[in-house]
């Protein structure tokens, strides 16, 4: 009913349209016929899955997604390995260290273990962080870079050194 009401109510009002006074168009100056292009440009600009922010998140969320949603999914497996890798380690580590505390004999080396392994439940906890952040630093770069129609080329240079170039088809 009231989308009834709102829709008499708008063709009521679209009425009073016909007594407004459209301004006729000023001439211009007459404008030369512009020639055909002969080179046709492709479109270089395509937009991503995702924007690059969007993917930014996601990697920075779960390792990994924002380059798999972007088409890298090789990339985003090596960040979904370390980040299972990194907990793991951590949790054998956490283990461990329980182990080490249970078995405690108050003796200095096995103070020495514990503060050990402290250290590198500490040690895989940043290695975890880190795979968080560089993968969303990369999921962003990889959603700005998205259509860039370039491959890297690495030869072997005539005097024994290495040539790299970028080639770029259109």
Same mark, same amino acid.
């Given at each position: 009913?009231?989308?009834?009401? /709102?829709?008499?109510?708008?063709?009521? &009002?679209?009425?009073?349209? +016909?007594? @407004?006074?459209?301004?006729?168009? @000023?001439?211009?100056?007459?404008? @030369?016929?512009?020639?055909?292009?002969?080179?046709?440009?492709?479109?270089?600009?395509?937009?991503?899955? %995702?924007?690059?922010?969007?993917?930014?998140?996601?990697? /920075?969320?779960? *390792?990994?997604?924002? @380059?798999?949603?972007?088409?890298?999914?090789?990339?985003?497996?090596?960040?979904?390995?370390? =980040?299972?890798?990194?907990?793991?380690?951590?949790?054998? $580590?956490? +283990?461990?260290?329980?182990?080490?505390?249970?078995?405690?004999?108050? $003796?200095?080396?096995?103070? =020495?273990?514990?503060?050990?392994?402290?250290?590198?439940?500490? #040690?895989?906890?940043?290695?975890?962080?880190?795979?968080?952040?560089? $993968?969303?630093?990369?999921?962003?770069?990889?959603?700005? /870079?998205?259509?860039?129609?370039? #491959?890297? #080329? %690495?030869?072997? &240079? *005539?005097?024994?050194?290495?040539?790299?170039?970028?080639?770029?088809?259109?």
């Amino acid at each position: 009913m009231r989308a009834l009401i /709102l829709a008499c109510g708008l063709l009521l &009002a679209g009425g009073g349209a +016909n007594a @407004q006074v459209i301004p006729e168009r @000023q001439p211009t100056r007459q404008q @030369q016929p512009q020639p055909a292009d002969t080179i046709k440009v492709p479109q270089f600009r395509t937009e991503p899955p %995702v924007s690059p922010v969007g993917a930014m998140w996601r990697s /920075l969320l779960i *390792p990994g997604w924002g @380059q798999s949603v972007l088409g890298r999914r090789v990339t985003g497996a090596v960040f979904i390995v370390w =980040e299972g890798l990194t907990l793991t380690m951590i949790v054998k $580590s956490a +283990n461990q260290l329980d182990y080490f505390e249970r078995i405690d004999d108050g $003796s200095p080396e096995m103070a =020495e273990k514990i503060d050990g392994k402290k250290q590198e439940i500490e #040690d895989w906890a940043f290695l975890l962080i880190f795979n968080h952040l560089i $993968s969303a630093a990369e999921a962003f770069v990889s959603g700005i /870079l998205w259509d860039f129609p370039a #491959d890297l #080329d %690495v030869q072997a &240079a *005539p005097n024994g050194g290495v040539q790299a170039g970028v080639s770029i088809e259109f």
